[in-house]
């Protein structure tokens, strides 16, 4: 597609179970991004990939979260044992490699999490 | 460390004025500026960056912004706005390697 894609849209899901996100970033895209914005926030870095490794992973709040790029093009981040607390939209972006810190992110619409 | 302040979370202006969306920033060697814009149900979208050069940077939609190493600012300005400007807006900087730091947003507002 022309642009970063994510799914689901909206997620509603009780406290206590798992959850998946999905993100398909935009063609040739090397680097991939995972972001958290809460309500009247900014989005909060959570975990880079550059191909298929995660690079940087060092704001994932903790061990219930993880997120996976095992081709080294869509990702997906998993929350076990969701809580409250992690209701937020959850934004995926994609960048070209190689533009370090000038990098222009390009992001996705997002994927709302209510947990109930 | 660095970080990023939006000191107004709401602007109103009217359409036709110039507008300014104030971001000032904190970080350890040359600074990465960024501002993004949201729409309502939409995904953030770049509007433009500094990296070096000109301090007078243009972006989309005839925003530009200006980079103040003295004051540490990088606020967003536009000379005439549109009431289809009124969205969200992020200032960011780049972070390390690897990521953007992102300010709180500022929601403007154009009023007819």
């Not at chain 2, 960056?49 to 190493?69: C, H, M, P, Q, R």
Request: with cysteine.
């Amino acid at each position: 597609g022309a642009g970063v894609s994510q799914t689901p849209s909206n997620k509603v899901t009780e406290k206590g179970k798992y959850v998946e996100l999905r993100c398909d970033p935009i063609s040739g895209h090397t680097a991939l991004y995972w972001y958290r914005q809460s309500l009247g926030q900014g989005p909060e870095f959570l975990i880079y990939f550059q191909g298929t490794g995660a690079a940087d992973d060092s704001g994932l709040p903790n061990d219930r979260f993880f997120a996976v790029r095992p081709e080294g093009s869509v990702s997906t981040l998993k929350i076990q044992r969701t809580e409250r607390g992690d209701s937020a939209v959850y934004l995926c972006a994609s960048s070209l490699m190689g533009q370090g810190r000038s990098r222009e992110l390009f992001f996705g619409e997002g994927s709302r999490l209510t947990v109930l | 460390a660095q970080s990023v302040a939006q000191p107004e979370d709401q602007v109103n202006v009217a359409e036709g004025n110039p507008l300014t969306v104030k971001c000032t920033y904190s970080v350890s060697g040359n600074p990465y500026l960024f501002w993004y814009v949201q729409y309502p149900n939409r995904g953030l979208q770049f509007l433009l960056k500094y990296i070096t050069g000109d301090n007078l940077v243009k972006g989309s939609y005839g925003f530009e912004a200006e980079f103040n190493k003295s004051q540490t600012s990088f606020h967003l300005k536009k000379p005439s706005a549109l009431v289809s400007d009124s969205a969200l807006y992020f200032c960011a900087v780049g972070a390390g390697a690897n990521n953007l730091f992102f300010g709180t947003g500022t929601r403007l507002t154009v009023i007819p």
